[in-house]
């Protein structure tokens, strides 16, 4: 049997039960569109019009914006026009957008995430989040945002690395498209994730080590003693700044990633954004058997405060992100350990 296309699985799987379904399948394949053209800009590089460079002005986290942080915003909100969407929310703008103020979904977008990896040729991507509107969306917008991530109608990512790939939820699964110039659409290239409950891989930024707090640094330091320490097995790392490309490896072949608050100034609730990153990472990792937490709580049970709020984010395997979790609230694991466990570690001597 073939694989389906894009079209064919949404007609199938988001398909014309209610207005609702219409809508998400309407609105995901206007972004489907718009991945297509933000695909082909980034594929020129150098080549074409250079977006890498700064445009001088910070987003609404404080970020500075690249050109095409900016250019990649205006081409999902371009396309979103054409979609049954009241407000779009985006990392770029300050305040969600107003668009038909009548139709029943928000977006929440990171539109380019992995900003910092734009010269390198490193994959970068467009991660989102739908949303049923709440309230009067013209009145007040931002209440729409401030839902727990398990309100969303569906999740997804576009990766634009080797392959231009679509990760998808709409709550039944996690499924993964790959883009074919042959045919000239996205194909199914995996029915449904499953992510392997235990690793051996992990994925944090290390150089922050030491402002992490007691918890993480002991988490990491009993992976890094492999066999000889108490977890009793060796563990491999990577870390490609590329939230994405980190959550694409984790459905693929499994792993852990964590980006946990910091005692960096402005890091006390992470690097990453909870509406437009975390609760769309949730969603598909908890679809594909994951689990994504705060380090303690679920991610998806969380209630926002605001649009562009931070949160330290553990998300993979789940046996692992409990056990990360079990760093943080048993304090047996942080307090007598043994000797040959002790606190010193290949970082702290
Ligand atoms: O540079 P750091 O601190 O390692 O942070 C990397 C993280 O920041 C991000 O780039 C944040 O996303 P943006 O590029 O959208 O701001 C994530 O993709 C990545 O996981
Ligand atoms: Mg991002
Ligand atoms: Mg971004």
């Given amino acids: 049997m073939t694989a389906p296309t894009l079209e064919a699985f949404l007609a199938s799987h988001v398909g014309e039960r209610d207005d609702l379904h219409t809508a998400v399948r309407e609105t995901v394949r206007q972004l489907a569109l718009a991945a297509r053209t933000i695909h082909s800009t980034i594929n020129y590089g150098t080549l074409g019009v250079s977006f890498a460079g700064l445009n001088g002005r910070s987003n609404a986290d404080g970020d500075y914006q690249r050109n095409l942080d900016v250019h990649t915003n205006e081409v999902f909100l371009e396309a979103v ?5 009241a407000l779009y ?3 770029e703008s300050h305040s969600p957008v107003l668009l038909d103020g009548g139709a029943a979904l928000a977006l929440a977008i990171d539109p380019l995430d992995g900003s910092s990896n734009i010269d390198t040729n490193v994959s970068i991507g467009t991660i989102f989040s739908i949303l049923p509107v709440v309230g009067d969306a013209a009145r007040t917008p931002e209440v729409t945002f401030l839902q727990p991530g398990s309100a969303q109608l569906a999740a997804g990512f576009f990766i634009y690395g080797p ?3 679509f990760v998808f939820t709409r709550g039944s699964g996690t499924h993964v498209f790959v883009y074919s110039t042959r045919l000239g659409t996205f194909v199914q290239a995996h029915e449904s994730r ?4 235990k690793t051996q891989e992990f994925a944090i930024n290390a150089s922050n080590y030491r402002h992490w707090d007691e918890a993480v640094r002991l988490y990491i330091d009993d992976c890094l003693k492999g066999s000889e320490g108490p977890r009793g097995k060796e563990f491999n790392m990577r870390w490609i700044a590329s939230l994405v490309a980190e959550a694409y490896r984790i459905l693929i072949r499994g ?6 608050a910091d005692a960096r ?6 690097r990453l954004r909870l509406v437009y990153e975390a609760n769309p990472i949730a969603m598909l990792i908890e679809q594909a058997g994951g689990a994504a937490t705060d380090t303690v709580g679920r991610i998806l049970d969380l209630t926002p405060i605001d649009l562009h709020q931070r949160v330290p984010l553990v998300f993979g395997a789940a046996k692992e992100v409990e056990q990360i979790g079990r760093y943080h609230t048993e304090p047996s694991m942080i307090g007598e350990r043994a000797p040959l466990f002790g606190h010193r570690s290949l970082f702290r001597v």
């Avoid at 026009?81 to 969407?85: E, F, K, L, M, S």
């Avoid at 499953?194 to 409950?197: A, R």
């Fill in 265 to 270: 100034r402005g890091y006390a609730r992470g």
């Fill in 89 to 91: 929310g985006s990392e």
């Fill in 163 to 165: 392959q231009l790939a």
């Fill in 255 to 260: 792993g852990v990633f964590l980006y946990p």
């Fill in 81 to 85: 026009r054409h979609a049954p969407v």
């Fill in 194 to 197: 499953s992510i392997p409950q």
